[in-house]
């Protein structure tokens, strides 16, 4: 699916891309660092249908040549990797509520950060590049709306109106955040499920693995499996 990748090419970027692993369907991680430049500025990869790459690797190599490390979880709410929940591993990790996934507000996502910096640059990013941090329904919070000078603005220029990038209108409806929030206090139950159904499947085919290569766990993870990849022989 594109979206890991147009982020990249829209900001005039070059996305260097690296051959999977089967039975796992997730990037073989021993063939990364040999793709790592000087020009290389983050590592950028999905947990495949729910499935967890190696994280321990791919973050050493991160941290080794000082890398940004984004998770794509869209397929893979639920999943931990050494008991910690993916997502939560890399400098951002993003999640999509798009109807088919594990929870749905009808589309939308989230993206979660450790750092405070971060923050407040994705919560601008969200909200059309703006330079406030005021959350919705609040106003004046650094006390500071009407008194600061900001660039080459007037002094006193309104912060509120001031904008420090490009940004987008990417704010969820009242009716969807309800509909999300429903399904956060199931969301154990949905995994639970799925787990069931992919060892379903997976007891099911097992007969067939003369022609099927049927899909395996990343060592050392439990995946919140959300599709049953399968490769014929």
Request: charged residues 20%; hydrophobic residues 35%; contains cysteine.
């Amino acid at each position: 699916f594109p979206t890991t990748v147009n982020p990249a090419i829209q900001n005039g970027l070059i996305p260097v891309f690296v051959d999977v692993d089967i039975p796992t369907y997730n990037i073989d991680a021993s063939l990364i660092e040999a793709a790592v430049t000087e020009k290389s500025k983050a590592i950028m990869i999905a947990h495949t249908l729910g499935n967890a790459f190696n994280l321990s690797e791919v973050r050493r190599i991160a941290d080794k040549y000082n890398l940004w490390l984004i998770e794509d979880c869209c397929d893979a709410l639920g999943t931990t990797y050494e008991g910690q929940m993916v997502g939560t591993f890399g400098d951002i990790g993003t999640v999509s509520f798009y109807p088919a996934h594990h929870i749905t507000m009808g589309e939308g996502g989230a993206v979660f950060t450790k750092s405070g910096e971060l923050k407040k640059i994705i919560e601008s990013f969200r909200d059309w590049g703006r330079d406030c941090y005021c959350a919705p329904g609040c106003d004046n919070t650094c006390g500071k709306r009407f008194g600061q000078q900001l660039g080459s603005l007037p002094q006193g220029y309104d912060h509120k109106y001031t904008y420090s990038h490009l940004g987008y209108n990417l704010k969820i409806t009242d009716m969807q955040a309800a509909c999300g929030l429903a399904q956060l206090e199931r969301v154990e139950e949905f995994v639970e499920q799925r787990k069931a159904n992919f060892s379903y499947l997976k007891q099911g085919l097992q007969s067939c693995t003369e022609f099927l290569e049927l899909p395996e766990a990343t060592e050392k993870s439990d995946p919140s499996w959300f599709g049953f990849p399968i490769t014929l022989k």
